[in-house]
């Protein structure tokens, strides 16, 4: 089975600052991962994946993730937030080779942009 | 942009009754999932559809719950007798072939409150 962990439930940044949401998983699969940004009041949102290839990857709004495989990470960085970064922040894994299977989330990262 | 509806976007209802959360996958997706997040904790995999079956389920998804596509376009989960417990938010989301290595989009979330 898969597992997620994010150390950091809770992340305040002060406006324009960068940040950095942690991500480590466990897997004894190769594993697809993903960060999903869940906004107030509204639904996941993707924000970006790693399938394969470049162990680094951008996403929108300026998001960059780099895949560790050694230490098993996934980390979430961004060089400078803005106030509508606000928002919870879930990473995800599936495990690669099986096709469209269920995601097993992190209990998530509350960013807190502080002006 | 296509995108995942899901109806309603809230439902109250006493404990005991029955419920049905509807949703309409993007229209070339193959593959259908339904997650809940109860307030405050991280989202949960309920339970995977493809080609007419259920392809996963997690422990949650006990006998209470069935999920059903009627027709080409929607996919609904449906909730016998409800519980207090299951109050929380349910997520639709779906995903294309394998072709699109497993990447789901989801819904903006039906919350369900069980009084």
């Known amino acids: 089975a898969q597992s997620v962990t994010q150390l950091d439930s809770q992340v305040p940044v002060f406006e324009e600052a960068p940040v950095e949401l942690r991500c480590n998983y466990s897997?004894?699969?190769?594993?697809?991962l993903f960060w999903y940004v869940q906004y107030p009041n509204q639904g996941l949102q993707l924000l970006l994946k790693?399938?394969?290839?470049?162990?680094l990857v951008k996403g929108i709004n300026g998001f960059e993730a780099e895949f560790n495989k050694s230490q098993t990470s996934f980390h979430l960085r961004k060089p400078s937030v803005h106030i509508s970064d606000t928002a919870e922040y879930f990473c995800?894994?599936?495990?690669?080779?099986?096709?469209?299977?269920?995601?097993?989330f992190g209990t998530g990262t509350r960013l807190t942009i502080i002006p | 942009e296509p995108e995942v509806t899901q109806t309603p976007s809230h439902q109250v209802t006493q404990m005991g009754q029955e419920v049905i959360l509807r949703c309409v996958p993007i229209?070339?997706?193959?593959?259908f999932y339904w997650y809940r997040q109860i307030l405050g904790q991280k989202v949960e995999f309920l339970v995977s559809?493809?080609?007419?079956?259920?392809?996963?389920k997690s422990e949650i998804f006990d006998d209470q719950f069935s999920v059903e596509r009627p027709d080409g376009s929607n996919f609904t989960l449906k909730i016998r007798s409800t519980k207090l417990e299951d109050s929380a938010m349910y997520f639709c989301?779906?995903?294309?072939?394998?072709?699109?290595?497993?990447?789901?989009?989801f819904g903006p979330g039906t919350r369900l409150l069980v009084l």
């Open positions: 989301a779906s995903s294309e072939d394998q072709g699109a290595l497993g990447t789901q989009y």
């Open positions: 897997s004894s699969v190769s594993v697809y």
């Open positions: 790693y399938l394969s290839g470049s162990t």
């Open positions: 995800a894994v599936t495990r690669s080779n099986f096709g469209n299977e269920k995601l097993t």
């Open positions: 229209s070339n997706h193959l593959y």
């Open positions: 559809f493809y080609n007419n079956e259920i392809s996963e």
